[in-house]
Nanobody
């Protein structure tokens, strides 16, 4: 399974950005997908997850109400729409996949290479 994240960039505080993760190699619809982020000097942290069916989602408290995770199983792609961005959202964003796991999984099987999101104040 290969994950390719894209869509990162530079945005002003209060702005919006959507990052995407294209998955190849296995049946995408069988994977719970997650987004994580890592800021400089900090540990990687959970951002959001969506079940393999798309019926359930989970968010970190820090992004709840601002970020939305979604998936298009026809395009083998998961998205993270980020609104009302803050400078503290600046990080490398990684997507991850876990085979038929629930959305509370902590042991993702596969990881993408990350895409940089920078929010200027």
């Amino acid at each position: 399974v290969q994950l390719q994240a894209s869509g990162g960039g530079l945005v002003q505080a209060g702005g919006s950005l959507t990052v995407s993760c294209a998955v190849s190699g296995r049946t995408f619809s069988s994977y719970t997908m997650g987004w994580f982020r890592q800021a400089p000097g900090k540990e990687r942290e959970f951002v959001a997850a969506i079940s393999w069916s798309g019926g359930s989602t989970r968010y970190a408290d820090s992004v709840k109400g601002r970020f939305t995770i979604s998936r298009d199983n026809a395009k083998d792609t998961v998205y993270l729409q980020m609104n009302s961005l803050k400078p503290e959202d600046t990080a490398v964003y990684y997507c991850a996949a876990d085979f038929r796991a629930n959305i509370y999984t902590r042991n993702y099987d596969y990881w993408g290479q990350g895409t940089q999101v920078t929010v200027s104040s």
